[in-house]
Nanobody, 127 residues
């Protein structure tokens, strides 16, 4: 599975951005999807995850209530809507796909549970 993330850019604090991650395979619906981010000088951290069906989602406390993860299996794309952005949200954002055979409701929160990663898209939030 190849993942292509897009939608990053420069935005002022309080603004919004929508990230997209397009997958190369039609078996996209067999994968749980997630977003991670890595700020300069920091380790990669989990942001949000969504199950194969899209019914189950999970968020890091730092983004809960501001970010929304969603997916369109027909378009093989996962999205991250980011509202009320803060300077501390500045990071390279990565999408990831984890094979989730047997459960349409499973999602993953650990990087090691994911099988494929996108190239990252930079989000910069100015104060």
């Amino acid at each position: 599975v190849q993942l292509q993330a897009s939608g990053g850019g420069l935005v002022q604090a309080g603004g919004s951005l929508r990230l997209s991650c397009a997958a190369s395979r039609r078996t996209f619906s067999g994968y749980a999807m997630g977003w991670f981010r890595q700020a300069p000088g920091k380790e990669r951290e989990f942001v949000a995850a969504i199950s194969r069906s899209g019914d189950n989602t999970y968020y890091a406390d730092s983004v809960k209530g501001r970010f929304t993860i969603s997916r369109d299996n027909a378009k093989a794309t996962v999205y991250l809507q980011m509202n009320s952005l803060k300077p501390e949200d500045t990071a390279v954002y990565y999408c990831a796909a984890g094979f989730a055979a047997g459960s349409v409701r499973r999602y993953y929160t650990e990087g090691g549970e994911y099988d494929y990663w996108g190239q990252g898209t930079l989000v910069t939030v100015s104060s």
